[in-house]
């Protein structure tokens, strides 16, 4: 089972941008599609980006199309979510997962979850 730990979050001021990096254990990094996901407080975890093992296919919520961008490094073991534009009601904590299967990371579906980094975004 991969290991994941997310870093990169904070606090930044409506606009700002901020970059989410989720660096991952094991030698299998490369077949694994990986994604990020959110969840603000009283509200439920949902879906924010996803992208194949390869990079060649990438999936994002509604919500943060043309402001986030999800992308990896296979060499580093490394997925990345670039957040630009940060609007107050992006403020969550931010979660990487990880499956072998790009559609169960879509859909949330037993990926292997990090333990999460907290971006807060000021008005």
């Known amino acids: 089972q991969v290991q994941l730990v997310e870093s990169g979050g904070g606090l930044v001021q409506a606009g700002g941008s901020l970059r989410l990096s989720c660096a991952a254990s094991g030698r299998t990094f490369s077949s694994y599609a990986m994604g990020w996901f959110r969840q603000a407080p009283g509200k439920e975890r949902e879906f924010v980006a996803a992208i194949s093992w390869s990079g060649g296919n990438t999936n994002y919520a509604d919500s943060v199309k043309g402001r986030f961008t999800i992308s990896r490094d296979n060499a580093k073991n490394t997925v990345y979510l670039q957040m630009n534009s940060l609007k107050p009601e992006d403020t969550a904590v931010y979660y990487c997962?990880?499956?072998?299967?790009?559609?169960?990371?879509?859909?949330?579906?037993?990926?292997?979850w990090g333990q999460g980094t907290q971006v807060t975004v000021s008005s």
């Open positions: 997962a990880a499956h072998q299967i790009l559609r169960s990371v879509v859909a949330g579906k037993n990926p292997a």
